[in-house]
């Protein structure tokens, strides 16, 4: 039963990079925040609960009954809000760091640094109390994100961005190389082929039952029925295949089990078959089942972006073609979240960025969106329109907005949000 429960808490990863790749944020938004969110969920949830299997299954003695159900329960949740509490304290503390001694922010590199260092001493604290360092560095990444990012200086935003972009990409390279160097060494250990293709049934058929399965159960209840862009049954799609694909995380995790374990031989090659399986086969076509559902966005985009090489901004005789924001709409509307608009669909508020991103219609070439004025009157037409009904979310965001970041935002004013949101648009269109 042990080998169960680990085996399953491996399998609960998935691999979305492929999948988060090829979708645009700008025109499938909800598309995107949900494989991607999903895919942080699941590596939170396969890391806590393999951790807390783990540590249960290293008692010889130990007996899976009610009892330990509820212990395993306890531990996994312990586990979890431990964790995510160092990682916030610690991103936290860079972030007010950062704002109060103003030292630290001359030099970029030291920035870079000083984040490294916060982030990795984060992990190393969890490790120490026997916690998750994976979540804890996760969590605190965020919250250095989403406070300390704006307390750096310009050459430090930027210079941080592609510093640990670099990284990540070679830090993904390297497992799947060591990966594929390293599967030959296992080969004297048991295999069972039967094994794995009954798993790799579960593992669709599971997969395919918890997402379109279950969301189309709550259709039936109304879910979504008032929605303004509910999901399709393409998106639904995609977040299945997508979600097939076993990658890094179950890989890592399985070379964690302790050699005395009943079945760890067993374990370990049937879990580095599945990644590999599901990494090549579903990997390498998840590229051609998106372009089956959607057609070729990024296609498409080069080709506009191609049309005409000599035209280097938009005429002036154009701009009033273009001051309807719902002519600027991308066509698949399916995809976009209520309420919410594409980075370049409605203009963001006057900042370092404005010059290259938010102008009149001179520069790039791209095309620019109204006036902040026109977004603030668009805001307070709607909410007039339709009062919105408080709930948690809002409270959090309330929270955040007027406790939570005037404590550990240099200077905060309600647009650092639209700075981040230009600086992030510009940062994307110069760097394809």
Same mark, same amino acid.
């Given at each position: 039963?042990?080998?169960?429960?680990?085996?399953?808490?491996?399998?609960?990863?998935?691999?979305?990079?492929?999948?988060?790749?090829? %979708?645009?944020?700008?025109?499938?938004?909800?598309?995107?925040?949900?494989?991607?969110?999903?895919?942080?969920?699941?590596?939170?949830?396969?890391?806590?609960?393999?951790?807390?299997?783990?540590?249960?299954?290293?008692?010889?003695?130990?007996? !899976?009954?009610?009892?330990?159900?509820?212990?395993?329960?306890?531990?996994? %949740?312990? !586990?979890?809000?431990?964790?995510?509490? %160092?990682?916030?304290?610690?991103?936290?503390?860079?972030?007010?760091?950062?704002?109060?001694?103003?030292?630290?922010?001359?030099?970029?590199?030291?920035?870079?640094?000083?984040?490294?260092?916060?982030?990795?001493?984060?992990?190393?604290?969890?490790?120490?109390?026997?916690?998750?360092?994976?979540?804890?560095?996760?969590?605190?990444?965020? @919250?250095?994100?989403?406070?300390?990012?704006?307390?750096?200086?310009?050459?430090?935003?930027?210079?941080?961005?592609?510093?640990?972009?670099? !990284?990540?990409?070679?830090?993904?390279?390297?497992?799947?190389?060591?990966?594929?160097?390293?599967?030959?060494?296992?080969?004297?250990?048991?295999?069972?082929?039967? %094994?794995?293709?009954?798993?790799?049934?579960?593992?669709?058929?599971?997969?395919?039952?918890? @997402?379109?399965?279950?969301?189309?159960?709550?259709?039936?209840?109304?879910?979504?029925?008032?929605?303004?862009?509910?999901?399709?049954?393409?998106?639904?799609?995609?977040?299945?295949?997508?979600?097939?694909?076993?990658?890094?995380?179950?890989?890592? !995790?399985?070379?964690?089990?302790?050699?005395?374990?009943?079945?760890?031989?067993?374990?370990?090659?049937?879990?580095?078959?599945?990644?590999?399986?599901?990494?090549?086969?579903?990997?390498?076509?998840?590229?051609?089942?998106?372009?089956?559902?959607?057609?070729?966005?990024?296609?498409?985009?080069? *080709?506009?972006?191609?049309?005409?090489?000599?035209?280097?901004?938009?005429?002036? *005789?154009?701009? *009033?073609?273009?001051?309807?924001?719902?002519?600027?709409?991308?066509?698949?509307?399916?995809?976009?979240?209520?309420?919410?608009?594409?980075?370049?669909?409605?203009?963001?508020?006057?900042?370092?960025?404005?010059?290259?991103?938010?102008?009149?219609?001179?520069?790039?070439?791209? @095309?620019?969106?109204?006036?902040?004025?026109?977004?603030?009157?668009?805001?307070?037409?709607?909410?007039?329109?339709?009062?919105?009904?408080?709930?948690?979310?809002?409270?959090?965001?309330?929270? *955040?907005?007027?406790?939570?970041?005037?404590?550990?935002?240099?200077?905060?004013?309600?647009?650092?949000?639209?700075?981040?949101?230009?600086?992030?648009?510009?940062?994307?269109?110069?760097?394809?």
């Amino acid at each position: 039963m042990m080998e169960i429960l680990l085996m399953c808490s491996l399998l609960c990863a998935t691999d979305v990079i492929a999948a988060v790749s090829l %979708l645009n944020p700008r025109k499938q938004p909800k598309l995107f925040s949900l494989v991607f969110g999903e895919g942080i969920v699941n590596d939170a949830v396969c890391i806590i609960l393999f951790n807390t299997v783990n540590d249960f299954a290293k008692d010889s003695n130990a007996v !899976l009954d009610a009892k330990a159900v509820g212990v395993i329960t306890l531990e996994f %949740l312990l !586990l979890g809000v431990v964790s995510i509490i %160092l990682g916030l304290v610690f991103g936290l503390g860079q972030s007010y760091l950062m704002k109060k001694v103003r030292s630290l922010t001359r030099d970029p590199v030291a920035e870079c640094a000083i984040i490294f260092a916060v982030a990795y001493i984060s992990y190393v604290v969890a490790e120490l109390l026997h916690q998750s360092g994976i979540i804890s560095l996760l969590f605190c990444g965020i @919250t250095m994100a989403h406070y300390g990012w704006y307390n750096l200086s310009p050459q430090g935003q930027t210079t941080s961005s592609v510093v640990f972009q670099f !990284l990540g990409f070679i830090a993904e390279g390297f497992v799947f190389c060591y990966l594929g160097l390293t599967f030959f060494s296992y080969r004297t250990m048991p295999f069972s082929p039967a %094994l794995v293709g009954i798993l790799l049934c579960v593992v669709v058929f599971c997969r395919f039952i918890a @997402t379109i399965g279950l969301v189309s159960v709550l259709k039936l209840c109304k879910y979504e029925s008032k929605h303004p862009n509910p999901l399709n049954y393409k998106e639904l799609v995609f977040i299945w295949y997508s979600g097939l694909i076993r990658g890094a995380i179950a890989f890592g !995790l399985v070379l964690r089990i302790e050699s005395t374990f009943p079945g760890r031989d067993l374990i370990v090659t049937t879990c580095l078959t599945l990644v590999l399986f599901s990494t090549i086969v579903f990997g390498s076509t998840v590229g051609l089942v998106s372009n089956c559902l959607f057609g070729d966005m990024h296609g498409k985009k080069k *080709d506009e972006s191609v049309k005409d090489p000599n035209v280097e901004a938009v005429d002036e *005789d154009d701009e *009033d073609e273009l001051s309807d924001p719902n002519e600027a709409v991308s066509s698949d509307s399916s995809s976009e979240r209520s309420g919410f608009h594409g980075p370049n669909q409605y203009p963001l508020a006057d900042s370092q960025y404005s010059g290259s991103l938010v102008n009149d219609g001179s520069g790039d070439g791209f @095309t620019r969106a109204p006036s902040g004025s026109q977004v603030d009157s668009a805001r307070r037409s709607s909410t007039q329109r339709k009062p919105k009904r408080k709930s948690c979310g809002n409270y959090l965001q309330r929270f *955040d907005e007027f406790c939570m970041k005037p404590i550990f935002i240099r200077k905060y004013t309600s647009d650092k949000a639209h700075m981040n949101e230009a600086f992030f648009n510009d940062f994307i269109e110069k760097g394809e």
